[in-house]
């Protein structure tokens, strides 16, 4: 999933994306031939919306800070574990929680990533 939200934060953060259709079409654009990437990024974009509906507020903020954010100007490259590591304890500390509380939230989205991805969506 880290990968998929790198790569969404940086096409994200490119092309100033502002509705979840220009998202879409852009996926579209920068994954031809890549079906699977093509179906990760749609994954994290349907992964987002669904924890919106859900009310899930703070594990959105949570994937902001420690993945879209950072990774959405700068140059297009997997983050080493300890950086991801140090966001997530930065981001409790902001935000007076426990490091556990915000790993389980991350868990929590990542197993939405993984139910989505796994239906199969398609393009």
Sequence with gaps: MTRALVYYARL????KI???LDMYGAIRGACTGKERLAAE?????????MLDVLGEQETIKALRKIYLEPFSSSPLR??????I??????????????????????????????????RGTKL
Aim: net charge positive; glycine share 2%.
């Design 41 to 49: 990024l749609w994954a994290v974009q349907e992964c987002l919306i």
């Design 85 to 118: 590591s140090m966001r997530v304890l930065r981001f409790a500390f902001e935000n007076h929680l426990d490091e556990r509380t915000v790993y389980r939230r991350l868990q929590r989205a990542r197993k939405l990533w993984l139910d989505i991805l796994s």
């Design 78 to 83: 997997i983050p080493a574990k300890s950086e």
């Design 18 to 20: 502002r509705s979840p």
């Design 12 to 15: 994200r953060g490119e092309d």
